[in-house]
């Protein structure tokens, strides 16, 4: 019989099968909450400020209280983690559980906190890259908080999954957001371009990385906007998020992108960015 897993919820590690929440919590009725996912390399938790940075600027934008300080999170991250995997953290606050369903915010209720750690599975299809579908974007306008309520992204994503592809690329007034799970980059006239970050997506780490490596690296880059015509006379076209990290993109809306091969670039920016989370987590083996 397999191991249960571990999980952490309102302050008790226990087996997931035993983990359980009431069914008034906000979370559930609402979807009031927010979440953030860490990749965690071989022990070490990757860009665990900038995370850190994004949940509390996830949970004052909702004016959810934040319970524990950063390193309390740690503390209370590490026994979840097994040192020997590529994992990820998914934590989730919500407003708690409230006595009477009622959207106004109820008083004297304590925040929901749940965690737990998965191995971040291999994607597949990553070194041949991915087929791609543009979608119109049509979420609410705080998309650069990590909310748990993710109906219009996840009806957007069963679009791209129903025309067998591994994402859709949002598109809001002809012009690109983000991905339904991710971050856009596109190389068009042989500058890296990602649309600008404001609350129209959520600035995901991994494009962090990406825009400091292309900088270091003298990669020509900017942070601009990037209308759906543009996208499709791109020469390469990523998708980044932590979990899938860089994805090339070889097709989209059934066209072929640079004659649906994996770009030069992003072979080089891959190459650096598995270097970087080494060079990262040896850094920060023990911090
Ligand atoms: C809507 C959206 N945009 C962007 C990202 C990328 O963020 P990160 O690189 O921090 O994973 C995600 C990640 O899940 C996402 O859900």
């Not at 071989?42 to 209280?65: K, M, P, V, W, Y």
Request: aromatic fraction near 8%; hydrophobic fraction near 45%.
């Amino acid at each position: 019989m397999t191991k249960s897993k571990t999980v952490f919820l309102n302050g008790v590690y226990l087996p997931i099968e035993q983990a359980t929440i009431s069914v008034m919590d906000r979370g559930f009725l609402f979807g009031d909450g927010v979440y953030e996912v860490i990749p965690v390399y071989t022990g070490s938790l990757f860009r665990l400020d900038g995370h850190f940075e994004r949940l509390e600027n996830s949970l004052a934008l909702t004016q959810i209280g934040n319970p524990y300080s950063r390193e309390q999170w740690r503390e209370l991250i590490m026994p979840l983690i097994d040192n020997t995997k590529d994992q990820y953290i998914y934590m989730q606050i919500t407003r708690g559980a409230a006595e009477k369903r009622d959207h106004a915010f109820p008083v004297g209720v304590k925040p929901s906190v749940f965690m737990m750690c998965n191995d971040i599975a291999p994607f597949e299809a990553k070194d041949a890259g991915v087929k791609a579908v543009s979608v119109e974007d049509n979420r609410w306008s705080l998309c650069n908080i990590k909310a748990i309520a993710l109906l219009g992204n996840i009806l957007l994503r069963q679009q791209a999954v129903e025309n067998n592809c591994a994402e859709a690329i949002l598109v809001r007034e002809g012009y690109v957001t983000e991905g339904a799970a991710s971050n856009v980059f596109a190389v068009v006239d042989g500058v890296l371009i990602t649309p600008p970050k404001n609350n129209a997506i959520l600035g995901g780490i991994t494009r962090d990385v990406i825009l400091e490596l292309a900088k270091a690296n003298r990669i020509p880059y900017a942070e601009d906007i990037l209308s759906l015509d543009a996208l499709k006379t791109a020469s390469e076209i990523w998708l980044a998020s932590s979990t899938r990290e860089i994805l090339p993109v070889i097709e989209l809306d059934g066209d072929l992108v640079a004659g649906g091969r994996v770009g030069r670039l992003w072979q080089a920016m891959n190459g650096l960015f598995q270097n970087y989370k080494i060079a990262y987590a040896e850094e920060h083996k023990n911090s």
